[in-house]
């Protein structure tokens, strides 16, 4: 398979350009770097620095010529999106945009997008499935949102099949602390240099939790799916990848304590505007349509996870 993956030198982006080479295919990388880092790019790859909201991209996609396009490349913090809405509807609504069009130019098959569980905002109900109400709480909810309308408007009638793979709480090596990073990025960064970690809020908050290898292995069978992804409907191409199980921010801390060895104390914070206080996405259209589910337990995700971490401190 001849894959494109945008922000291909981030933390998901590269684990799958790794898994893909893998696994026999064949990739090029479009990623400007703003987030992403060389050091996660892997040798076989190719690669060109581009923006995916300036020029220069229908022509390297065209030039390229891929089957599917992975689109991961994005503004992916949540509170830079308050700060800065301006900048986050730029890189994550018109840079789909631009993608969807160098797709539909290049004759691509099939592109799947990066969603997030964002867009679903305070749950009404749980677990949240694809046809649950979409209100998202923050900016960064409502640019994932307009991008997957993005993607019905361009790709649909150029017959372009397409997913928009709604990740639910992405974690593991690698994962930066700053700007893409979650709390377990976040808490792992501190406990490995034995700074005290901060939970906002109570802690009886729940994520659904996913391991990053997950994701690779649901953007993998989603890429490979032979038949269409882009059911009819208005929420036929989203797709919850997800563990369906709730983890709250206290458990999550213990269990990283634990793997961590930390034995200091754990802080606690004011809430955080648009914090939702519980969420956990069923990940059965998945399993149904292409055969996908999680397979990391979330301790040995965490195992791993802090295995990294101690070793960058």
């Known amino acids: 398979m001849r894959v494109l993956v945008t922000g291909g030198a981030g933390f998901i982006g590269g684990a799958l350009v790794h898994a893909l080479l893998g696994g026999g295919g064949e990739v090029m990388v479009v990623d400007d770097l703003s987030t992403g880092s060389i050091d996660n790019l892997h040798p076989a790859a190719g690669f060109r620095t581009i923006d995916v909201t300036g020029p220069g991209l229908a022509n390297v996609v065209i030039g390229y010529g891929p089957e599917v396009i992975v689109h991961f490349a994005a503004q992916v913090s949540a509170a830079a999106s308050i700060v800065d809405p301006d900048v986050d509807w730029r890189v994550n609504v018109e840079g789909t945009r631009a993608v969807a069009e160098a797709a539909v130019a290049a004759g691509a098959r099939r592109v799947l997008f990066a969603s997030s569980a964002a867009v679903y905002g305070e749950p009404q109900e749980l677990p949240l499935t694809e046809e649950s109400s979409t209100e998202p709480a923050v900016p960064y909810g409502r640019s994932k949102l307009a991008a997957e309308g993005v993607l019905a408007e361009v790709l649909r009638p150029a017959g372009v099949d397409f997913a928009c793979l709604r990740f639910a709480n992405v974690y593991g090596p690698r994962q930066r602390a700053d700007g893409e990073g979650g709390v377990v990025a976040e808490f792992g960064s501190r406990m490995a240099r034995g700074i ?54 206290n458990a999550l801390a213990e269990g990283l304590r634990v793997a961590m060895r930390y034995p200091g104390e754990i802080a606690r914070g004011e809430a955080r505007e648009g914090d939702v206080a519980a969420s956990v996405l069923s990940p059965r259209k998945a399993a149904d349509t292409f055969g996908w589910k999680a397979a990391v337990d979330l301790q040995a995700g965490l195992g791993a996870t802090a295995a990294w971490f101690s070793q960058q401190s």
Do not use: K, M, W
């Open 196 to 249: 005290t970690p901060t939970i906002f809020g109570s802690g009886t908050q729940t994520r659904d939790f996913i391991f990053v290898a997950d994701i690779v292995s649901a953007c993998a069978a989603a890429a490979a799916f032979e038949g269409t992804l882009a059911q009819p409907g208005a929420n036929g191409p989203a797709y919850n990848v997800s563990t369906g199980l709730a983890t709250s921010v």
